[in-house]
């Protein structure tokens, strides 16, 4: 049974940063595309960060410099260092993973075209 379980949201100041964990069952991060996604009230999910399975990283443009996403293949874990927060940065935060037959698995496609997701934890960054 494929399970990712979120942590380590919660309330912090502008400027403050937090790390979510995403711990994951039923297959290992190494060999699938891994990301981490958020939605804002009355906003569209976004992509925020990704590892394809080949290691290529990617990060979307607003937080790039303070955001760093990573990996820990011997305990199947992902993890999204988030430093210099903002308000704009307040979201539900969901770790997410998707898988392909043959080659190597991209993170191109947008949260429609990821398989698997964790059920998301609140950020958010207030005075």
């Known amino acids: 049974q494929v399970q990712l379980v979120e942590s380590g949201g919660g309330l912090v100041q502008p400027g403050g940063s937090l790390r979510l964990s995403c711990a994951v069952s039923?297959?290992?991060?190494?060999?699938?595309?891994i990301g981490w996604f958020r939605q804002a009230p009355g906003k569209a999910r976004e992509k925020i960060a990704c590892?394809?399975?080949?290691?290529?990283?990617y990060y979307r443009d607003s937080v790039k410099g303070r955001f760093r996403i990573s990996k820990d293949n011997a305990q199947n874990t992902m993890y999204l260092q988030m430093n210099s927060l903002k308000s704009e940065d307040t979201a539900t935060y969901y770790c997410?993973?998707?898988?392909?037959?043959?080659?190597?698995?991209?993170?191109?496609?947008?949260?429609?075209?990821?398989?698997?997701w964790g059920q998301g934890i609140l950020v958010t960054v207030s005075s």
């Open positions: 997410s993973a998707r898988n392909r037959h043959r080659g190597a698995i991209g993170c191109e496609p947008a949260a429609s075209g990821f398989d698997y």
């Open positions: 039923g297959f290992t991060v190494d060999g699938y595309a």
């Open positions: 590892i394809s399975s080949t290691d290529t990283v």
